[in-house]
């Protein structure tokens, strides 16, 4: 297994642990929360028998641990249940928007992996030289500033004073693929900008290693 390949199925891993770790929290975190869920859907004036049957519809009575690995079982199948205020189904409904999500992230990382590894590569081969800290320089500055400031900046000088691409624009489901990549160019330029400092820093990092 070469290097790059095993630093991604690192990457890969520990994502997938973070991600679990994050899920545990938050479902522990739901569960110390004062209140009864089923007396805020319900309302106050709901009776007792409208409650009980609630609880036991939702699963609230059985143990947190099975709530748990329940929940976890149907995310991983696409489950992911129902929006207890609206009643919608939470997958369909980030179904809906997942594309242009997904469009935004293959779009930054087309830019990013690759500039990523080259400066790494850069990085190290002139290491503590005027490129190396260069390099260095300017993806400390992108990790120290804020995204928000990030897409701001881009959309002054890109958007407001050299006009190419729109500060604000909608993305639809009939665009072509060129209207839809003018449109998602600045947000994904702020992504690159963000994550290309850490994938950089990693890649020399692991490189020298």
């Not at 891993?13 to 679990?20: D, F, I, K, N, V």
């Not at 997904?102 to 590569?121: D, Q, S, T, W």
Request: glycine residues 10%.
């Amino acid at each position: 297994m070469g290097l790059a390949t095993r630093l991604v199925v690192q990457r890969l891993a520990l994502g997938l642990l973070l991600l679990l770790a994050v899920s545990v929290l938050i479902f522990v975190g739901t569960q110390i929360l004062p209140g009864d869920v089923a007396q805020s859907i319900l309302g106050q004036g709901a009776t007792p028998e409208a409650l009980a049957n609630l609880r036991r519809d939702l699963g609230l009575n059985e143990p947190a641990v099975s709530r748990y690995f329940a929940w976890l079982g149907g995310a991983l199948t696409g489950d992911l249940g129902t929006a207890l205020t609206s009643g919608a189904d939470i997958t369909q409904a980030i179904g809906s928007r997942l594309g242009n999500t997904l469009f935004l992230a293959g779009v930054a990382a087309v830019i990013a992996v690759p500039l990523a590894i080259l400066l790494g590569l850069l990085a190290v081969r002139y290491r503590e030289r005027w490129p190396d800290k260069v390099i260095s320089g300017a993806t400390l500055a992108s990790i120290s500033l804020p995204e928000f400031f990030i897409g701001y900046l881009l959309i002054l000088i890109f958007g407001v004073k050299l006009r190419w691409f729109p500060s604000v624009a909608t993305v639809y489901d009939s665009m072509g693929f060129m209207d839809r990549l003018n449109v998602v160019i600045l947000p994904a330029l702020t992504l690159t900008m963000v994550v290309l400092a850490h994938m950089m820093r990693m890649t020399r990092a692991a490189i020298l290693n």
